[in-house]
């Protein structure tokens, strides 16, 4: 199983991106996927989650600004970024729990660069 995302680059502050992450492999099932960030020099924080059932949960600075969506069909978890600040920039990565045969973990993707120029 592995993670690919991508949707990552350079953006004008104020401006709108939309990232994506695609699982794939000998899924059964996915749970939970996850988009975290890592903004240099800090640790990785939570940005937005969604649920197998589409509950979602946001992280408060993106908190109306970001949108969290899964293609379950696809294995593919998205997030759509609006109205992006300088703050938001850096590498953002994807998550997922992933049941597979024999298996039930969880998977990380590669990271996307996302920067914001003022």
């Known amino acids: 199983v592995q993670l690919q995302a991508c949707g990552g680059g350079l953006v004008q502050a104020g401006g709108s991106l939309k990232l994506s992450c695609a699982a794939s492999g000998s899924i059964l099932s996915v749970n939970t996927m996850s988009w975290y960030r890592q903004a240099p020099g800090k640790q990785r924080e939570l940005v937005a989650v969604i649920l197998a059932g589409g509950g979602t949960n946001y992280e408060d600075s993106v908190q109306g600004r970001f949108t969290i969506s899964r293609d379950t069909a696809k294995n593919t978890v998205y997030l759509q970024m609006n109205s992006l600040k300088p703050e938001d920039t850096a590498v953002y990565y994807c998550?997922?729990?992933?049941?597979?045969?024999?298996?039930?973990?969880?998977?990380w993707g590669q990271g996307t660069l996302v920067t914001v120029s003022s």
């Open positions: 998550a997922a729990n992933i049941r597979s045969i024999g298996m039930t973990t969880n998977y």
